[in-house]
C-alpha cells in the first residue's frame, strides 16, 4: 500500500486540475459577424446630368454637374434598409437658361434636396466561404429640392428618385463599396436627371 500513495496523491491533485483544464475548454469561442449590420453612414457621389433643366421660359438645355450624397439609417434585416439623407448638387446651364427668372438670371443652378429613403436587396451572391458578400439592390426616395440662385429658380419642388445598385461587403466587416444607376425627377417642374454614383458605407 506504502507503494501505492505516490501514485494516489498525484492522481488527487490531478483531478481539479483536469477540471479546471476540462472547464476553460468548455468557454464559448468568441465570434463575430462575417458583416456588420445596423447603424449605418455612407457617402456617395458622381456625375449627375438633368436633361430639361426647370424652365417656365426660354430653352431647357441638357445640363451636365455633378452630386454628392451623405446619408444614415438602419439595416432592418438582412434585406431592407432605411434611412435620411442630404444632397446636394451643381449643374451647369450656360448663359442661353433664364429658368423661372423671365429674363433677370441666366447660367448655372445647383441644389439642396434634404429627404428620406428605402433601400430593398434582391439578390446575394455568395463567396468561396458561402458569404453573400455581394448585393444587387434598388433604392428610392424623395427630398424637398432648394435651388440656388434664387433669383433663376425661386421656387422650390420635391425631388424623387430610384434606381439598382450593386453592393460588396468587404471582409473589414464594417465597410462596403457599391455603384449605382439612379434615375431622378422634379415633379413640379417636370424636369428628368439621372446619376452614377461610387458609394462607401460603414456599419457600426
Not at 423671365?102 to 455568395?126: I, K, N, T
Not at 415633379?187 to 454614383?197: D, E, K, L, N, W
Request: charge should be neutral; hydrophobic fraction near 45%.
Amino acid at each position: 500500500m506504502k507503494a501505492l500513495s505516490p501514485f494516489v496523491v498525484c492522481a488527487a491533485l490531478a483531478v481539479p486540475a483536469l477540471a479546471n483544464a476540462q472547464a476553460a475548454g468548455d468557454r464559448p469561442a468568441e465570434t463575430f459577424e462575417e458583416i456588420e449590420r445596423g447603424l449605418y453612414f455612407s457617402v456617395l457621389g458622381g456625375p449627375y446630368f438633368v436633361v430639361n433643366p426647370p424652365a417656365s421660359q426660354g430653352p431647357r438645355p441638357f445640363s451636365p454637374g455633378q452630386m454628392a450624397q451623405v446619408e444614415v439609417g438602419m439595416d432592418l434585416g438582412e434585406r431592407l434598409s432605411v434611412g435620411v439623407f442630404v444632397m446636394g448638387s451643381t449643374n451647369r446651364a450656360g448663359s442661353e437658361y433664364v429658368g423661372n427668372s423671365g429674363g433677370a438670371a441666366s447660367g448655372d443652378f445647383s441644389m439642396l434636396a434634404p429627404g428620406a429613403l428605402a433601400r430593398l436587396h434582391l439578390v446575394g451572391l455568395a463567396d468561396a466561404q458561402e458569404v453573400q458578400r455581394t448585393w444587387i439592390y434598388v433604392r428610392g426616395g424623395a427630398g424637398y429640392a432648394l435651388f440656388r440662385p434664387k433669383q433663376l429658380l425661386p421656387e422650390s419642388d420635391i425631388l424623387v428618385f430610384a434606381g439598382p445598385g450593386l453592393e460588396y461587403y468587404t471582409r473589414l466587416r464594417h465597410f462596403s463599396v457599391g455603384i449605382e444607376v439612379t434615375g431622378t425627377f422634379l415633379i413640379r417642374s417636370q424636369s428628368f436627371g439621372f446619376a452614377v454614383t461610387p458609394n462607401l458605407r460603414y456599419a457600426f
